[in-house]
């Protein structure tokens, strides 16, 4: 079976595969590449940063728009989220805290929380 039948959504794989190897093989070897004609050069740890960027957008691009826009993408869960984070760290720092926000934290770390007969 050949590489263009393995991987139908992407017509040139063979092509794309080959360039990424090269682009591996030549930064380790202390070589400089260069993505287009007016990029700057990259190092292995800037290939490495560039390459992991670009799969990160090629992953996330396919992903439904429903799952995007879920609870915990919400502005007021996020919010909550840091605000429970702080107050966790004040609870390290020995500070009484008596009640977190979200519903996950508050299952699962409950028995952090202060009481307020104590």
Same mark, same amino acid.
């Given at each position: 079976m050949s590489q263009r039948n393995r991987y139908p959504h992407y017509p040139e794989f063979s092509w794309y595969l080959e360039r990424v190897l !090269?682009?591996? #093989?030549? %930064?380790?070897?202390?070589?400089?590449?260069?993505? %287009? !004609?007016? *990029?700057?050069?990259?190092?292995?740890?800037? !290939?490495r940063d560039e390459f992991q960027a670009a799969l990160d957008r090629r992953i996330s691009g396919r992903m439904p728009h429903e799952q +995007?826009?879920? #609870?915990?993408? *919400?502005?007021?869960?996020?919010t909550n989220i840091m605000r429970d984070a702080h107050d966790?760290?004040? +609870?390290?720092?020995? /500070? #009484? /805290?008596?009640?977190?926000? %979200?519903?996950?934290?508050?299952? +699962?770390? #409950?028995h952090l929380l202060s009481s307020y007969d104590d």
């Open positions: !090269w682009a591996f #093989r030549t %930064t380790r070897a202390g070589g400089k590449i260069q993505l %287009t !004609w007016c *990029s700057p050069e990259l190092d292995a740890e800037g !290939w +995007r826009g879920g #609870r915990k993408f *919400s502005d007021e869960y996020q966790l760290a004040l +609870r390290a720092a020995g /500070v #009484r /805290v008596y009640s977190l926000r %979200t519903p996950e934290l508050r299952t +699962r770390l #409950r």
